[in-house]
């Protein structure tokens, strides 16, 4: 629940979540990734491609397309709808499994989102956050050592 809150909590004050705040969480999590994970790999595909598209499917595709909205609005309600997570009256949120739903007053993209627009989110997620375009391996081979290669420093 604490990652989820993370980026839960940084939206504006009318509750939307935009692409470029999904874009600082992309990198602040990769950030902390590299900063701790002595496995990683994040590689051209693995990392820089599929991952972050996973990370851009949560704003397009999730988010609300409605005539006010054509390309989309994510609001904190539609976020904690989609992934089962409540609000109580205190303001904690609780996750309850098996409660996932699509908000009944959900649109979804009036187009298709497909590579050209991946694409395109995911040049300008590089020129904003340039961490997200980088390769980056960490290879364990002892307890002492570690070799990091950084493609793009």
Same mark, same amino acid.
């Given at each position: ?40 790999? +994040? /590689?051209? =595909? ?6 972050? #598209?996973? &990370? %851009?499917?949560?704003?397009? $595709? ?50 298709? +989102? /497909?590579? =050209? ?6 040049? #300008?997620? &590089? %020129?904003?956050?340039?961490? $997200? ?21």
């Amino acid at each position: 629940m604490t990652l989820f809150r993370d980026f839960h909590d940084r939206a504006d004050e009318n509750g939307i979540l935009s692409l470029d705040v999904l874009a600082d969480q992309a990198a602040r999590r990769l950030e902390d990734c590299i900063a701790t994970n002595g496995n990683l790999y +994040y /590689g051209p =595909i693995t990392g820089m491609v599929s991952r972050n #598209a996973g &990370i %851009l499917f949560l704003g397009r $595709l999730l988010a609300n397309h409605t005539s006010e909205h054509p390309t989309g609005i994510l609001t904190q309600e539609i976020f904690r709808k989609f992934f089962a997570v409540y609000e109580k009256e205190d303001g904690s949120l609780e996750y309850r499994e098996g409660h996932e739903t699509i908000p009944s007053n959900w649109y979804r993209t009036p187009v298709e +989102y /497909g590579l =050209i627009p991946l694409n395109l989110d995911l040049v #300008a997620w &590089i %020129l904003k956050h340039p961490i $997200l375009g980088r390769y980056v391996g960490v290879l364990p081979l002892s307890q002492n050592l570690t070799i990091s290669t950084d493609v793009f420093p």
